[in-house]
């Protein structure tokens, strides 16, 4: 962490650093990489180990699906591969990446980052991302591009066929040298798989500068990644001067099919807690929860995000705007039950003869080239219940809200009842005003009970 302090004695902030599954896989198009579907974070591996470590089954459960794995040359390529190998256990995308020499101009610094990439390359299976180096800071975009066409030349000599991350100039944010010398990058590599990498701080504090910038980009071809990010803590009066619509970049990166990485898991230095997205690596702060429910409302996937299933909801911060009706009480979050993660969606309600009670989102989703959703439900195990609780998984789609469900089936108690609806023939998949689960109690019933929901999945 030693870096953060010299970074911010030296004034240059204008961005800084010191982030289950949204989408599963990733393609190549057109010979580039295409980072749709990546939504992660920063995971401070080579300062925390045991932390950093133990926090991945969290990052997972909570919906991520990719992570920088911040590391030094000082880390062992031993460990690496075992971090690097529990990443892929969790179906977490590792993208690992050299800190040692941020904010340095020296061309020699940056040959030893490549040269520790190719005595560690026999981790490095071919699915892996390398981002070389984190914020390389040469005085000119010349120097910069000319550095990294040694590197990506001296990488691709030793055998590394691996896709390789290049942080932008200025501490990760100069667009403009990637907009004049992307192309050219691109074409110097024989694999053609270079990704370009931008970090969000104080130096981009206009939504406005955010989309019209990563427009550009997109239209040149050119493969990006948004390394890091921060938010607008305290209106921007904190150490960076930061004030990033973080839940608008979200949106503008899923539109524009960019994949990000939030700053950063957890163990800053004081004076940049407040970009530590969880307390004691496990609980999410309020910076934590502005990014998984960004990343929720903007995970249904579109025709040309890559295959995979998605959670649309796991309920592990939030209600995630799930609305309920024709119940007494709720919806809340708890750990009354589960199916994924420590906690579910409930509701109190009032039995009674043919009753209905809904637990469901309303909004506008796409859930093109999708084949079934499914959840999983319960209800409590207290009321009179008579001849039951049944129920059923429904979509409500385009401008006449038709609907289609998945036909009736009894509820348990214990451990749940899994919902499937088959999406196969159903219009208008690309405009879903409302999916959720209608609820429906016999007769003979009476009292009062509650309904669970958990682990909504699109596939």
Request: overall charge neutral.
């Amino acid at each position: 962490m030693k870096y953060l302090r010299i970074i911010l004695t030296l004034l240059i902030l204008t961005s800084l650093l010191w982030p289950g599954n949204c989408l599963s896989t990733f393609q190549v198009v057109n010979a580039a990489i295409n980072t749709a579907g990546i939504c992660g974070v920063n995971n401070p591996h080579i300062w925390w180990d045991s932390q950093a470590y133990t926090a991945l089954d969290t990052i997972k459960k909570f919906g991520f699906n990719a992570v920088r794995i911040v590391w030094q040359t000082n880390g062992t390529a031993a460990r690496l591969k075992q971090i690097i190998d529990r990443c892929k256990t969790l179906g977490l995308k590792p993208i690992p990446e050299l800190h040692d020499v941020t904010g340095s101009s020296k061309v020699t610094d940056l040959e030893q980052m490549v040269n520790y990439w190719i005595g560690c390359k026999s981790v490095l299976t071919s699915d892996i991302w390398i981002n070389i180096a984190n914020k390389w800071n040469p005085d000119s975009g010349t120097a910069w591009c000319n550095a990294y066409k040694s590197a990506i030349t001296a990488m691709r000599n030793a055998g590394i066929t691996n896709p390789l991350v290049i942080d932008a100039p200025d501490w990760g944010q100069d667009t403009g040298c990637i907009k004049t010398y992307g192309r050219e990058l691109l074409a110097h590599d024989p694999q053609q798989n270079i990704i370009f990498s931008i970090h969000m701080y104080s130096g981009w504090n206009s939504q406005h500068k955010i989309r019209s910038e990563l427009t550009a980009l997109k239209k040149l071809g050119l493969p990006l990644l948004i390394g890091e990010f921060g938010y607008n803590a305290n209106n921007g009066n904190n150490s960076l001067n930061c004030k990033v619509d973080a839940a608008d970049l979200i949106a503008t990166c899923n539109e524009l099919g960019i994949g990000y990485l939030a700053w950063s898991w957890c163990g800053n230095n004081p004076d940049l807690a407040w970009l530590d997205l969880t307390n004691n690596w496990d609980e999410l702060t309020d910076w934590g929860q502005l990014v998984v429910q960004a990343m929720q409302k903007s995970k249904a996937p579109n025709s040309s995000a890559p295959p995979g299933k998605v959670v649309l909801a796991d309920f592990e911060s939030n209600t995630e705007n799930w609305s309920g009706f024709g119940i007494s009480g709720g919806p809340w979050v708890t750990n009354e039950w589960q199916v994924s993660g420590r906690y579910s969606l409930k509701a109190d309600i009032s039995l009674g003869a043919d009753k209905q009670f809904y637990l469901a989102k309303t909004g506008a989703f796409d859930f093109s080239g999708k084949t079934q959703l499914k959840t999983v439900v319960r209800h409590a195990p207290w009321g009179k219940l008579g001849t039951g609780i049944q129920a059923k998984l429904y979509v409500k789609t385009g401008n006449s809200w038709t609907r289609y469900d998945s036909g009736t089936v009894p509820v348990n108690s214990n451990p749940g009842t899994t919902l499937t609806l088959d999406l196969t023939n159903l219009a208008n998949l690309n405009d879903i005003k409302e999916y959720g689960v209608q609820f429906t109690s016999g007769a003979g019933s009476g009292g009062t009970s509650a309904i669970y929901l958990d682990y909504v999945t699109l596939q």
